[in-house]
C-alpha cells in the first residue's frame, strides 16, 4: 500500500506550500486564487521549464540548474521492517537512469550493517556502446567544491565498490525490497545490492556557517549509477547528464545493554579558608538518548568559610579528525546556569536536568551532525563507538562528549574577589539513538522531536 507523504510529494491532485514552488507557480496560485486550478495554470503556461511525470512535478534541470532535477518520496510499507519506510528515487538529467532505493538510513549493528538493495530502471536506447554502473562509495569530504581549484580535490574515498548492471553482470540474491522496487520500477529495472563493511566510519557531517556554500565537509556514503565505456578509467569524463546520486546514512543505534553512569568527585582548598568545599557529582546511565533529559546528581559539602553563588553545568562536543591530520575541535551545545547556593558550613543534594540538543546551537559553525540529508531529519553526532581491532584513521572523525559541573564560589574577606574561584568537575558522556520500537520511552522520545519539527520554520530539501 502506498501512501503520499504531504511533506515531500508533489502532487497534482493535492494543494503545494507555496514555499515549495517555483515563483512562477505560487503567482498563478494568487492570480487564481484555487490552488488547484492555479497550479494546473502554471504547468501549461511553463511547460519549457517544468513537465508531469507519473502524477508529480518534475523541475528540467536545464532551466534551474539543479544537478539531480527529481526527487520523489513516498512512505512504502514493503514487509521488511516493522513500520514505515521511505522509498526515494532520482532521475538523471538525460532521463535515461532512474535510481531507487528503499531508505536512506542503514542501521550499523556492530557485527553486520544493514545491506543497500535498490534498483536501477534505463532508458537503453541512446546507450550505444556505453555500459551502466553503480557504485557505492564512502568517503570523507574536507573542503568544499567551491574550493576545487588547480586540480585539487577535497574529497578522500575511504571505501568503494562498483558493480556492471547493463549489460547484465551482476546478479544480486532477491530480496523483499527487490521485490517491490522492481514492481515499482516497471521494466527494463536491475536490482543491486552492497555490503557495507562493519569497519567504516557512520556518518557524519559538519554544521556549516550561514555563508557556506555546497555540501558540508564530513564523512558521507552515495550511491551512484552512471553511463561509462569502462568501469574504472581515471581518463574517461562522465557527464553529470548520464549520472544519478543518492546520499545516504549508515548509523549506529544505542546497545540494549546500558552500563552504571560515571561518578567523579573533588576535594578544593581555598586561599584564606582552612577548611575545603566537597563536591560529587553523578549520573544514572552511561548512556543517554539524543533529546532525552539528563539528570545529574550533585552533593556538595561547603566546610570553607566561602559561599557558592550559583551552579553552572555546560556540554562539549570534541570533534577528532583523525584521517588526514590530529585536529581536535571543541564545541559548547550547551551552557546552563543555577541559581542554587550554598552557605558556609552548608550542605546541597539536589538533582539538576540538562538536555542539549541541536535547535539551540544552528549558528555554530563546524558542530558535528549525524549526516545532512534534511535539515529537519539530524541532530548532534552520535558518541563514536570505537571497536576493537579498527584502526581510527579509518574511522575519519570521532566524536565524543563530556558535562562540566562548575560551583561558581564567592570570594569573602578582606580580598574579595581575589580570592574567589571555582570548583569543577567533568564527566563523560554517550549520545546516541534508541533502536525503533525499542520501549515506549523512545516512541515518546520521537513523538517529542517530531513536535518539536513541526513547531520549527524548515524548507524541505533533499540532497
Known amino acids: 500500500m502506498?501512501?503520499?507523504?504531504?511533506?515531500?510529494?508533489?502532487?497534482?491532485?493535492?494543494?503545494?506550500?507555496?514555499?515549495?514552488?517555483?515563483?512562477?507557480?505560487?503567482?498563478?496560485?494568487?492570480?487564481?486564487?484555487?490552488?488547484?486550478?492555479?497550479?494546473?495554470s502554471a504547468m501549461a503556461l511553463s511547460a519549457s521549464k517544468s513537465r508531469v511525470?507519473?502524477?508529480?512535478?518534475?523541475?528540467?534541470?536545464?532551466?534551474?540548474?539543479?544537478?539531480?532535477?527529481?526527487?520523489?518520496?513516498?512512505?512504502?510499507?514493503?514487509?521488511?521492517?516493522?513500520?514505515?519506510?521511505?522509498?526515494?528515487?532520482?532521475?538523471?538529467?538525460?532521463?535515461?537512469?532512474?535510481?531507487?532505493?528503499?531508505?536512506?538510513?542503514?542501521?550499523?549493528?556492530?557485527?553486520?550493517v544493514d545491506?543497500?538493495?535498490?534498483?536501477?530502471?534505463?532508458?537503453?536506447?541512446?546507450?550505444?556502446d556505453r555500459k551502466v554502473f553503480v557504485q557505492l562509495a564512502c568517503a570523507f569530504r574536507y573542503g568544499s567544491d567551491d574550493l576545487d581549484v588547480m586540480g585539487l580535490c577535497f574529497r578522500k574515498d575511504i571505501w568503494l565498490e562498483c558493480f556492471?548492471?547493463?549489460?547484465?553482470s551482476h546478479k544480486p540474491s532477491m530480496s523483499t525490497m527487490h521485490e517491490t522496487l522492481l514492481k515499482k520500477a516497471g521494466d527494463n529495472a536491475y536490482a543491486f545490492t552492497f555490503d557495507i563493511p562493519t569497519n567504516l566510519p557512520c556518518s557524519v557531517s559538519l554544521q556549516p556557517g550561514p555563508d557556506d556554500k555546497g555540501k558540508a565537509c564530513g564523512v558521507d556514503f552515495e550511491v551512484k549509477t552512471y553511463l561509462a565505456m569502462e568501469k574504472s578509467n581515471p581518463d574517461e569524463k562522465i557527464e553529470k547528464k548520464d549520472t544519478a546520486r543518492l546520499i545516504i546514512r549508515k548509523i549506529q543505534y544505542a546497545p540494549t545493554q546500558v552500563g552504571a553512569g560515571p561518578k567523579a568527585e573533588i576535594c578544593k582548598n581555598f586561599m584564606m579558608s582552612d577548611k575545603p568545599v566537597q563536591m560529587e557529582a553523578s549520573l544514572e546511565k552511561d548512556l543517554y538518548f539524543?533529546?532525552?533529559?539528563?539528570?545529574?546528581?550533585?552533593?556538595?559539602?561547603?566546610?570553607?568559610?566561602?559561599?557558592?553563588?550559583?551552579?553552572?553545568?555546560?556540554?562539549?562536543?570534541?570533534?577528532?579528525?583523525?584521517?588526514?591530520?590530529a585536529d581536535k575541535y571543541?564545541?559548547?551545545?550547551?551552557?546552563?546556569?543555577?541559581?542554587?547556593?550554598?552557605?558556609?558550613?552548608g550542605t546541597f543534594e539536589s538533582t539538576l536536568s540538562i538536555t542539549p540538543m541541536l535547535s539551540d546551537n544552528k549558528e555554530k559553525r563546524g558542530l558535528a551532525l549525524d549526516g545532512r540529508l534534511k535539515d529537519e531529519d539530524t541532530n548532534l553526532a552520535s558518541t563514536t563507538m570505537l571497536r576493537q581491532g579498527v584502526e581510527k584513521e579509518v574511522l575519519g572523525i570521532l566524536v565524543s562528549y563530556k558535562i562540566k559541573i562548575n560551583l561558581?564560589?564567592?570570594?569573602?574577606?578582606?580580598?574579595?574577589?581575589?580570592?574567589?574561584?571555582?570548583?569543577?568537575?567533568?564527566?563523560?558522556?554517550?549520545?546516541?539513538?534508541?533502536?525503533?520500537?525499542?520501549?515506549?520511552?523512545?516512541?515518546?522520545?520521537?513523538?517529542?522531536r517530531k513536535e518539536e519539527r513541526k513547531g520549527c520554520d524548515t524548507t524541505h530539501k533533499v540532497t
Open 2 to 40: 502506498l501512501r503520499e507523504h504531504p511533506r515531500f510529494c508533489c502532487s497534482i491532485t493535492a494543494p503545494l506550500a507555496a514555499s515549495h514552488l517555483p515563483a512562477e507557480l505560487t503567482a498563478a496560485r494568487r492570480r487564481r486564487g484555487n490552488p488547484r486550478s492555479g497550479l494546473a
Open 53 to 112: 511525470v507519473r502524477g508529480s512535478l518534475q523541475r528540467d534541470a536545464s532551466v534551474y540548474g539543479d544537478e539531480q532535477p527529481q526527487r520523489r518520496h513516498r512512505n512504502l510499507h514493503c514487509g521488511v521492517r516493522t513500520g514505515w519506510l521511505t522509498e526515494v528515487l532520482i532521475v538523471s538529467q538525460n532521463g535515461q537512469l532512474t535510481l531507487y532505493l528503499g531508505k536512506r538510513d542503514y542501521v550499523d549493528n556492530v557485527n553486520v
Open 115 to 128: 545491506k543497500v538493495d535498490g534498483v536501477v530502471k534505463l532508458d537503453p536506447k541512446d546507450f550505444g
Open 164 to 168: 556492471q548492471l547493463y549489460p547484465e
Open 290 to 325: 539524543h533529546g532525552e533529559a539528563i539528570p545529574i546528581k550533585i552533593k556538595v559539602k561547603n566546610e570553607s568559610n566561602k559561599t557558592v553563588k550559583k551552579f553552572k553545568i555546560t556540554v562539549d562536543q570534541t570533534t577528532d579528525i583523525v584521517l588526514y591530520c
Open 330 to 345: 571543541t564545541k559548547t551545545v550547551l551552557n546552563k546556569e543555577f541559581g542554587e547556593t550554598v552557605e558556609s558550613n
Open 408 to 448: 561558581i564560589v564567592a570570594g569573602g574577606g578582606l580580598l574579595g574577589g581575589l580570592t574567589a574561584s571555582d570548583v569543577t568537575v567533568e564527566l563523560p558522556l554517550m549520545l546516541m539513538h534508541p533502536k525503533p520500537d525499542e520501549s515506549e520511552a523512545a516512541l515518546r522520545l520521537r513523538r517529542k
